[in-house]
């Protein structure tokens, strides 16, 4: 197994968005969050094994504002968001952009403004977006850090339609802000909403924004993992995890086909869900990982196994407690990082630890990262 990233050529640092060339061919593009199907795998040949000693060297930068949105790439453009404070105004006051930038040459080809605020989400963390966009076709789908849903044209970025949140849904704003990226199926486009006792997921045609379908009512705060959607005993099944079930949905109905209750502390549910074969995985920093087993002939499923430890702390964590990074799932192991960022291979059967390196991330409590394979 290789562990790489579309980021070798994209990546984005603090202010600064920088491509670097590599002398690869034209790679594949990566339209949304984990590339194609969400799967997080590169498809292409020409992964670097090292960098070079005097290390890559910047084909542009450019800066850009704060915040954690992750960069999408298509026809040649570089979609993301960002966030700037609102001048002579208190912190909490936000003007988000979603910008779209040339990938050959930096070159902003437009940029979309939106005044906010940020008042619901904890000070330390108003700092910008967390979602990725999603580029499908010529339209752009983001979501802002409180709720704001838009659709823009991907060439000219021109807004064809948007709805807040808060106002038209009861948006309760998350601790750190709305962070589940909308994902496409069909004609639709599926966001995360909700909501002071109600739905939490809304389906809408992505073309006009009218609304098609509710699901998944509730009256606690969004949680901030990915939606997957897979193939599985003949439905397609949107995977959608929140802080006291994960379910699989219909995403052309919003109908529910099972839930698995995993209550999850403070909503920590962050990383994606990850699939292989018949098998389902999520983990999270509080409460360790759970692993389920879809039905081949029907859709449902059933819980196999959930090893969490006695605490947070490396000597505390039996399994793993993932934190933002998505575990990778080959063969009869996974992998990921804990929840001090010790990186680790686990038996898939049982979750028995198999080895652990303490020295990929070094970043103590939270520590990350994003595993491309």
Not at 40 to 49: K, L
């Amino acid at each position: 197994m290789s562990l790489t990233l579309r980021e070798t050529r994209i990546w984005c640092l603090p202010a600064v968005f920088a491509l670097f060339t590599l002398g690869l061919a034209q790679a594949e593009d990566w339209t949304q969050w984990r590339g194609k199907d969400r799967l997080a795998v590169w498809h292409e040949t020409g992964v670097m094994d090292e960098f070079p000693d005097d290390g890559l060297k910047p084909a542009w930068r450019v800066e850009i504002g704060s915040g954690y949105s992750a960069p999408v790439v298509s026809k040649g453009k570089i979609v993301t968001m960002d966030y700037f404070p609102k001048p002579n105004t208190e912190t909490a006051e936000a003007i988000e952009r979603t910008v779209c930038l040339d990938e050959q040459t930096g070159k902003l080809l437009w940029e979309d403004r939106l005044e906010t605020h940020y008042r619901e989400v904890m000070g330390s963390y108003r700092t910008g977006p967390r979602a990725a966009p999603t580029i499908d076709g010529d339209h752009v789908y983001t979501v802002g850090s409180v709720g704001h849903l838009r659709c823009h044209d991907l060439n000219s970025g021109k807004l064809i339609w948007s709805h807040d949140s808060r106002q038209e849904y009861e948006l309760l704003v998350p601790v750190w802000g709305t962070s589940t990226a909308p994902i496409v199926d069909g004609d639709l486009v599926i966001y995360a909403t909700g909501g002071k006792d109600t739905d939490q997921v809304r389906a809408f045609n992505k073309l006009t924004g009218e609304e098609v379908w509710s699901a998944c009512h509730a009256t606690y705060e969004l949680a901030y993992s990915q939606f997957v959607i897979f193939n599985h005993a003949g439905v397609r099944q949107l995977i959608y995890w929140d802080s006291q079930f994960v379910r699989s949905l219909d995403p052309q109905t919003g109908k529910i086909h099972w839930q698995v209750p995993f209550a999850v502390r403070h909503a920590m549910c962050i990383a994606s869900p990850v699939k292989s074969g018949s098998k389902l995985l999520v983990s999270s920093f509080y409460d360790g990982s759970m692993l389920m087993e879809l039905d081949d002939d029907k859709p449902e499923a059933r819980m196999l196994w959930h090893v969490q430890g006695q605490g947070e702390r490396p000597n505390q964590t039996d399994g793993l407690h993932s934190v933002i990074t998505t575990p990778v799932i080959e063969g009869d192991h996974f992998y990921g990082t804990c929840s001090y960022g010790e990186f680790r291979g686990l038996r898939l059967e049982d979750s028995e630890r198999v080895w652990e390196n303490k020295e990929m991330t070094r970043q103590g409590r939270w520590g990350s990262a994003y595993l491309v394979r």
